[in-house]
């Protein structure tokens, strides 16, 4: 039996992983060692390097000055089975041996040389304008309730604080307001990509990011500044947190204009999605549940629940409930949002599982045993002393025992020779 040492103790997944490649390698050891016995005997005159098992692959006959090469193995994640495994036969007949070791050496460096520039084209799939909107709207959702929670308990409810009336307190509200701008004509951007790319399919590879950054980030400074720019002439209460004047429509306008516009766009959405579903001649439970299914999803999205209480009631009561339904939504909505479109999507689930992978194996807790098998991509063959298959006797070395003498074979770490 194989055995794979190991000195740290590791999780149910890194043994699932662990099992899978060590029945793999004895699988591919078992099959190596059937091939040798059974193959017929070298009959060609001159030298050669005899059949071998290097710890991971299995070598034939090879001619001396001659290199072998065959693909990659697929026992770890990092490995790309495209790429080359190559095992040098000298003039002598005798496979190389690496100046370090002195011992046999296969070459496996090339199996994971190029693994991370793939990893990072990969990653290129989650820079698509789709993805880039996606990011900056959870990063105004991010941005704007860490604002919040900083501006309701470092001012709303410093009553000292507000008593003196201090610029950076006033500064504080500016920059909540324009935060929650950003936030809403970040969904506006959202509905606008969306229209565009389901309703006005023919302009969908013309639009240009730049303007959908200055529409999320640049157009909401300027109902802020006109707002602070009034609230400085006109209302200028302590700390400007008073909600008792309509200056606050320089703020609250635009929000509901960018709400109503997605409103829109959501309606039309859904019926340009109807009416391809019925061009498909689908059942029309299926189609109106459909239509339903993208309504629900979308709404979050683009904000429409915020068109159902745009306006502030009136009483100390209804203020109260109209604060706790009105933060919820808006701050659950960015869970909300990024549990919909980034982490049940299948492109994101399939980077990070692919990147947490890659970081296990680089730099997690199996580092050990997974150094343990990948030291072998450079040294595998260097562990063994024998000189390979023998026509005399049926023996093979690895790890310096003969392949009757196999059953507590151990591959240990070595250092990684370049």
């Not at 046999?104 to 190029?114: A, D, F, L, M, S």
């Not at 693994?115 to 900056?136: A, D, G, M, P, Y």
Request: proline letters at 3%.
């Amino acid at each position: 039996i194989l055995v794979i040492a190991e000195s740290e103790e590791e999780n149910p997944s890194d043994l699932i992983q662990l099992g899978v490649t060590r029945n793999k390698i004895m699988t591919a050891q078992y099959e190596c060692y059937q091939k040798i016995m059974q193959d017929p005997v070298q009959q060609t005159e001159g030298i050669y390097c005899n059949r071998t098992w290097d710890g991971w692959l299995c070598w034939n006959d090879v001619a001396a000055g001659t290199e072998s090469m065959q693909h990659c193995p697929d026992y770890f994640q990092d490995f790309d089975p495209s790429e080359k495994v190559t095992k040098i036969c000298d003039q002598d007949g005798n496979w190389f041996r690496h100046p370090a070791s002195n011992r046999t050496w296969t070459n496996y460096t090339q199996c994971n040389v190029n693994t991370h520039e793939k990893v990072k084209v990969r990653n290129k799939s989650l820079s698509c304008q789709r993805i880039t909107l996606h990011k900056n709207l959870f990063f105004s959702f991010v941005c704007n309730s860490i604002i919040t929670i900083i501006h309701l308990t470092a001012v709303a409810n410093n009553q000292a604080l507000v008593a003196t009336n201090p610029v950076s307190c006033k500064v504080s509200q500016f920059i909540h307001l324009y935060l929650m701008g950003c936030n809403y004509f970040w969904m506006l951007c959202e509905g606008i990509y969306l229209h565009t790319l389901v309703v006005v399919a023919v302009f969908a590879e013309k639009q240009h990011l730049m303007w959908y950054y200055f529409l999320g980030w640049g157009f909401p400074l300027i109902p802020a500044c006109i707002h602070a720019v009034a609230r400085r002439l006109y209302y200028n209460d302590n700390c400007w947190i008073s909600s008792d004047t309509q200056l606050l429509y320089i703020i609250h306008g635009p929000i509901c204009a960018a709400l109503l516009v997605n409103l829109f766009f959501l309606l039309n959405i859904v019926r340009v999605l109807i009416t391809k579903l019925k061009v498909t001649h689908q059942a029309e439970s299926n189609l109106y549940m459909k239509a339903v299914r993208a309504t629900l999803i979308l709404v979050p999205l683009l904000g429409i629940e915020f068109v159902l209480i745009p306006w502030r009631p009136e009483g100390k009561i209804a203020e109260e409930i109209y604060d706790y339904i009105i933060n919820i939504l808006m701050h659950y909505q960015g869970l909300l949002v990024s549990t919909i479109f980034c982490f049940f999507n299948g492109e994101v689930q399939a980077i990070l599982r692919r990147n947490w992978n890659q970081y296990k194996i680089q730099f997690g807790n199996n580092f050990s045993h997974s150094d343990t098998l990948r030291s072998a991509s450079y040294t595998v063959s260097t562990i063994s002393d024998g000189t390979g298959y023998s026509h005399d006797c049926l023996s093979e070395h690895l790890n310096g025992k003969s392949l009757h003498d196999t059953e507590n074979v151990v591959i240990k770490p070595e250092k990684l020779y370049d």
